[in-house]
């Protein structure tokens, strides 16, 4: 096949994994032209478009589009989600929470910390990049102005009035469910076994590749895992992780809503409002 053509196929298929980011590469543009690997080494060793981390440029573009998919596409959006119920607080407090709007607002808080610290595919905000932190920021409070989701206007109080600010948080109860959803990926019909993502990468004819005759099949899976391949390896994180998360999300609710924060104008939650956040410098703006 001429090298032509090859190269061609191969930006077509890249082409198709940056789609499939879908929304989200809109929301933060600078995810799209920085992302450092995932602290995770073994979801980093899913990503080595051309072995040892050699090749050059196109290879490291490459990389860091399968770090994007690890977070954005994997672990934000496709296999895990999480649902907040209140069962105690102050007047209006559950039908607030139990509001669509208020769910996506919490669980992109939960999400993006839980992805970053917890299931490490995704960066924390740093002064080299902050897309993480705008993907919250657009569900939490962006979409909102002037009037944000969080806190939650039944946890609005005085932070001076004491009593009332310990009335409220002594009152706030609350659940947090995560939920593990199913991968939405396949290989291709011809080799997908259905039970392993990465054997299910192995070619069913390596002589259709190169002159490799006697060279197993099974020698021959990519280091560069599909997307099948880094869905399962993100949920099978996630389900080592559920119930940590679970307990420290618990404990976090009621001061993401503003029941138990002393703080005059933003609640006690993992990432702050874009009104009192401290800019950082980003030269990938």
């Not at 499939?20 to 809109?26: A, E, F, K, T, V």
């Not at 939490?140 to 969080?150: D, H, V």
């Not at 706030?172 to 291709?188: D, G, I, M, Q, Y």
């Amino acid at each position: 096949m001429p090298i032509s053509r090859i190269l061609l196929s191969f930006f077509s298929l890249l082409t198709v994994g940056t789609s499939q980011l879908g929304s989200n590469s809109r929301v933060y543009p600078p995810a799209r032209r920085y992302t450092p690997p995932p602290k995770n080494a073994d979801l980093k060793k899913l990503c080595d478009a051309c072995g040892g981390g050699g090749g050059g440029g196109m290879c490291r573009e490459i990389d860091e589009q399968c770090f994007k998919s690890l977070c954005i596409t994997m672990c934000l959006q496709k296999t895990w989600d999480c649902e907040i119920k209140i069962t105690g607080g102050p007047p209006g407090l559950k039908e607030q929470v139990a509001d669509p709007r208020t769910q996506m607002a919490l669980c992109s808080q939960f999400k993006a910390y839980g992805c970053a610290k917890d299931i490490e595919a995704c960066p924390f905000p740093d002064k080299g990049q902050d897309w993480l932190w705008q993907w919250v920021d657009q569900r939490t409070y962006g979409g909102y102005f002037p009037n944000p989701i969080l806190p939650a206007e039944a946890c609005m109080h005085d932070p001076k009035d004491k009593t009332t600010a310990k009335e409220y948080c002594d009152a706030c109860k609350a659940s947090v469910t995560l939920t593990e959803l199913e991968c939405p990926f396949v290989n291709p019909p011809s080799n997908d076994d259905g039970k392993d993502p990465t054997k299910s990468q192995v070619p069913m004819n390596p002589q259709a590749f190169a002159n490799a005759d006697g060279i197993k099949a099974s020698e021959q899976i990519p280091a560069h895992k599909s997307y099948a391949a880094r869905c399962e390896a993100v949920k099978k994180i996630f389900k080592a992780k559920k119930g940590g998360m679970e307990s420290a999300f618990k404990k976090k609710v009621c001061s993401c809503l503003g029941c138990c924060s002393d703080k005059e104008s933003d609640p006690m939650c993992y990432f702050s409002s874009t009104m009192n956040a401290v800019e950082k410098l980003d030269k990938y703006k």
